[in-house]
């Protein structure tokens, strides 16, 4: 059994201390409430989003992330007692004449849930969490929102898919999947007009300890900063174009940044790229149907030392708004 929790401890080593823990994602625009939970219950209705993203292809055991986030405004109590749902939250203008039309939403309150599946070789972490923003006027045309989310980590160990010189050893056919759970807390402050957005996030709160046994605790959980802000410039009365920038802070980390350029057709078509700092270069398409239905694709160009590995990442998104 020593051997197993050997190679766990290295394995938790590196993840707890030299690599960034949360998944990157290239179609966080289509679903920002993967990185700020202030976010939720943002546009009017019910809004359900999925997403799956397979990294570094060509590479064994490289990360593969998939996510669902579900979110709606909720009226209750007060002056909100007399509203539904699909009366609060606000609709993206899809011209710019539309935009003229568009005002703030009233205070409301949100409520969501997120599910995150990240695995990486052995490794394969599950996060689900409730989510909750309240919604804020300021002024006619903006609000900002406040928001947290709060759940549990299921971080899991393979322990047959660990590699061994003595291909024999008992402990290794028999260990089965290893569990850790631990809770999760995250936050944020989201501010949006209807051509604006600034957001600041804060996520792994708490900063547990990962140990699957009492001598292997030298892994723990680290914090993950975002910011993010982007601006809609209308070149005519149908076309768009949204440059937009997130900063990602994670201690010991050097600081990243992603790069993002977004050209849309009213709220119809849309194709974009970007450059997320010493990882690749991306592109993105997407079309919406009705204002309900919307896909989106994104593909990585590695720049990294694993081009040399990997042929790129591909992501891709699906939202319905009911």
Avoid: C
């Avoid at 766990?8 to 590196?14: F, R």
């Avoid at 047959?160 to 028999?174: I, M, R, Y």
């Avoid at 993002?260 to 270069?281: C, E, H, P, Q, S």
């Amino acid at each position: 059994m020593k051997k197993v929790f050997v190679a766990i401890g290295l394995l938790l080593m590196w993840y707890g201390v030299f690599a960034q823990q949360r998944p990157h994602y290239s179609q966080y625009l289509q679903n920002m409430s993967v990185l700020n939970p202030a976010v939720t219950g943002l546009n009017s209705g019910i809004d359900l989003r999925m997403g799956i993203r397979s990294q570094w292809q060509g590479l064994k055991d490289a990360p593969k992330t998939g996510y669902v986030t579900f979110s709606s405004p909720v009226s209750f109590g007060g002056d909100m007692a007399t509203y539904r749902a699909s009366d609060l939250g606000v609709t993206e203008p899809e011209t710019k004449d539309d935009m003229f039309d568009y005002t703030a939403s009233m205070a409301h309150h949100s409520f969501g849930l997120l599910f995150l599946n990240d695995k990486t070789g052995p490794l394969n972490r599950v996060t689900g969490n409730l989510t909750y923003a309240y919604h804020l006027p300021i002024g006619d045309r903006a609000n900002v929102s406040v928001g947290v989310g709060l759940g549990v980590n299921r971080m899991g160990i393979n322990a047959q898919a660990l590699v061994f010189d003595e291909t024999d050893d008992p402990v290794v056919g028999t260990s089965g999947e290893i569990n850790k759970y631990t809770p999760d807390l995250n936050a944020g402050v989201y501010l949006y007009t209807s051509t604006l957005y600034v957001g600041v996030s804060m996520q792994q709160i708490i900063k547990n300890k990962i140990a699957f046994d009492g001598d292997f605790n030298i892994g723990k959980e680290v914090a993950h900063y975002f910011a993010t802000a982007g601006y809609k410039f209308w070149i005519n009365n149908d076309f768009s174009v949204t440059p937009s920038v997130m900063l990602k802070v994670v201690d010991p980390l050097p600081k990243a940044f992603d790069l993002n350029l977004k050209f849309a057709y009213r709220n119809t078509f849309w194709v974009g790229g970007g450059y997320r700092k010493n990882d690749a270069f991306f592109g993105n398409v997407g079309f919406n149907v009705a204002n309900m239905v919307g896909v989106g694709y994104a593909y990585d160009y590695t720049t990294s030392a694993l081009n040399t590995v990997s042929s790129g990442s591909h992501e891709l998104s699906l939202r319905v708004l009911f």
